[in-house]
């Protein structure tokens, strides 16, 4: 199994912190007592349980009763989604984008079935929202407004607040998946326009299988997993306690170094696609120049498929995602690439890198040194050339949502 | 990562026959050129073969392929079974003889196996003249999958080619239904009618292999008497309504040599009717190793 590589996958997971693996390992030895058990020994794992919400309500900004923790990123969307609407029972009415990660756009499909009405915002060729188009949409009938703070696969942010304000002008419920977001910018829930923000662990250096959602005081909130009354009653089911205080140390690190870390990112991101673009022809960033998380750039490299480059990467040892079909189960490329109108000759040879703290000029050295040899080969074995070839695309794919 | 033979992985780091091939005149030679896919599919494959005049010998062959791993490493492999074949071998090398030389492809893949073998199809047919579609039906028919632009009629053929029961191995066998999946419900219609059209003969040609089965193998002059019998009955009057004919030269073994005659003879179709009228419903009622070539 490899264990060393030039991790680049940054928005898929990232490395554990071994600050946080530090401060979970007592409590999967020596503190395994029930945070809601009435002696002394659980008693103290419940003090962990309140200090880790008390970390992350300050990396979000917000009070630590306002902190509800989940088993991830999925399941504080569907929460979030699902807690809404069964607090406003008499309306029918959501408004998602085009580009939202599956949590949210796959139950937003499930929801169509049972008679909600949906409303999937486009995005222009940068990735970005009209904000006409929201106006538009809202209406008395809007129960929820449902957007990503930044997308997954092309850094692109979401101007948040201005679609806040409008969607509070229109009386409905505003959640946030912020799961690439946080820890990449500043948050403070005391001053947004969000009701609920939907966050994950494992995207912050913390393990896998946690997360958390916010849930601004005041708003309603119903259920979606019933039981014992853990957590005031909003998630039942034992804690997931070593995975909270882990929770907990990631979000009080990334507060800690979010200025520094994000600066220095923002520096190799840039040198990393400046310099293939210089270098490199006949490709492209996909996304918008400036409104973009300073960690990840989606480049497409013109008549070359994701997946083949992803195989070549691999052989120095170099992980970064493509948003190709052959990558992934589906035959259809991103939807998220799909929806920004993106030329077929790009389309299918994207690929993402997305960086961390711990990510090197080393590292960048060694994928700028590799990547242009790469794409040649690939280019060479490749029977497109420009854009003029009759058969480049003579066949149309049906846009689907 | 998707779960690789190292025979993929092999021929995908080291190709050895990508390229293209030029025609530069030479006396007795030919170049003809197959492509299939488009980038707007994400799998393109362009084959080029040097074919010896005379003996329709695969002299040398190049791909240029735009797709994946599996895209590439099939491509390569296509090139290594089809090298010093003749056209008429080549053209019975199948997908699975492409999965299979390279020791298996993920299901989800095997697509990449099909764009080998039609690429093949529409290099050879390209070098007998007969034009542009590999498989002309296959554009015939109700156009199935909008996404990847399947018709009916190709959906059928690589139902009944590979024996696909569900609608998720079509999907991986040609793409249709991979996009949308709005037309994977007739799909799965398409496959039951398959099912049921081919109920019957199967049944029949069940019968006759328990027949033959539970008698003697068949005599070679027994054999050559249902071959005729099955081109009098059942081929010949077909191949009659179109102003065509076919007639019995030889029979080497399993190499059944006929003799096509009047439109047939001249048709630029004489390789489809040789491959899929003929040597289909002979391989169904005598036995499927038959092999047909034209004289």
């Known amino acids: 199994m490899q264990k060393n590589c030039i991790y680049l996958d940054n928005n898929a997971t990232t490395k554990v912190d071994p600050e946080v693996v530090e401060a979970m390992l007592p409590y999967l030895t020596d503190y395994y007592g029930n945070p809601s058990s009435m002696h002394s020994f659980g008693g103290q794992v419940k003090k962990a349980v309140n200090q880790a919400q008390e970390q992350v309500a300050a990396l979000l900004g917000a009070d630590e009763s306002e902190i509800i923790f989940t088993s991830g990123g999925t399941e504080g969307d569907n929460a979030a989604i699902r807690a809404a609407l069964l607090a406003q029972p008499d309306k029918r009415h959501i408004i998602t984008t085009q580009v939202e990660h599956p949590a949210v756009l796959s139950l937003c499909k499930q929801l169509e079935k049972q008679g909600y009405s949906i409303t999937y915002l486009s995005v222009n060729h940068e990735g970005q929202l009209d904000l006409n188009e929201l106006e538009a949409s809202l209406t008395g009938n809007t129960a929820l407004v449902t957007i990503m703070y930044a997308n997954n696969e092309t850094g692109v942010v979401f101007p948040i607040e201005q679609i806040g304000v409008r969607v509070k002008e229109h009386g409905a419920l505003f959640h946030v998946d912020a799961v690439q977001a946080v820890g990449k910018i500043p948050m403070n829930m005391k001053t947004s326009t969000i009701d609920m923000l939907t966050m994950s662990g494992h995207k912050i250096h913390a393990p896998k299988g946690i997360g958390a959602l916010y849930v601004r005081r005041g708003v309603r909130f119903r259920p979606m997993l019933i039981g014992g009354g853990q957590q005031r009653g909003r998630r039942a089911g034992t804690e997931n306690v070593p995975g909270v205080v882990a929770l907990g140390k990631a979000a009080e690190l990334e507060l800690l170094h979010l200025e520094e870390a994000t600066a220095r990112e923002r520096k190799l991101r840039d040198r990393l696609e400046q310099t293939i673009i210089a270098t490199i022809p006949d490709c492209q960033v996909n996304g918008h120049s400036t409104q973009r998380l300073p960690n990840t750039t989606n480049i497409g490299f013109k008549y070359i498929e994701g997946e083949a480059i992803l195989y070549l990467l691999n052989q120095y040892g170099i992980c970064a995602s493509s948003g190709s079909a052959c990558s992934s189960g589906s035959l259809e490329p991103s939807h998220v690439l799909r929806a920004m109108g993106l030329p077929y000759t790009i389309l299918h040879g994207s690929i993402r890198f997305s960086l961390c703290r711990y990510t090197t000029d080393a590292e960048i050295d060694t994928v700028l040194a590799v990547m242009p040899g790469i794409v040649e080969r690939l280019r060479a074995l490749s029977p497109f050339k420009n854009d003029e070839a009759s058969w480049l695309q003579e066949r149309s794919m049906v846009i689907s949502h | ?295």
């Open chain 2, 1 to 295: 990562m998707w779960d690789y033979t190292d025979k993929v992985l092999e021929l995908f780091y080291n190709p050895k026959y990508q390229g293209v091939i030029e025609d530069k005149g030479e006396a007795g030679v030919k170049v003809a050129v197959g492509e299939v896919g488009s980038i707007a599919c994400g799998d393109a494959l362009r084959l080029h073969l040097k074919v010896e005049e005379d003996t329709e010998k695969i002299l040398d062959a190049r791909f240029q392929t735009f797709g994946c791993t599996s895209a590439i490493a099939s491509s390569e492999a296509l090139v290594e079974l089809i090298k010093g074949k003749t056209l008429d071998e080549a053209l019975r090398v199948t997908n699975k003889e492409i999965a299979n030389y390279l020791g298996g492809l993920p299901e989800a893949k095997m697509h990449c196996s099909v764009m080998g073998q039609e690429a093949l199809e529409a290099a050879i047919y390209n070098y007998r003249g007969i034009p542009l579609d590999v498989h002309k039906d296959d554009d015939e028919g109700a156009l199935v999958c909008t996404c990847f632009g399947i018709s009916d009629a190709k959906i059928r053929r690589v139902i009944v080619e590979n024996n696909l029961t569900t609608a998720e191995e079509v999907t991986n066998y040609v793409k249709a239904g991979g996009g949308c999946g709005s037309c994977l419900a007739t799909i799965d219609d398409i496959i039951a009618s398959v099912q049921k059209e081919s109920a019957t003969p199967v049944s029949t040609s069940a019968n006759h292999s328990n027949e033959r089965s539970s008698v003697k193998p068949l005599t070679p002059v027994q054999k050559i008497a249902l071959i005729q019998k099955v081109l009098d009955e059942e081929v010949r009057p077909v191949l009659i309504a179109d102003g065509g004919d076919v007639e019995l030269f030889d029979v080497e073994g399993d190499r059944i040599k006929v003799v096509l005659q009047g439109a047939c003879g001249s048709c630029s179709s004489s390789t489809a009717t040789l491959k899929i009228a003929i040597e289909s419903r002979l391989r169904d009622r005598v036995s499927k190793d038959l092999v047909v070539e034209a004289v």
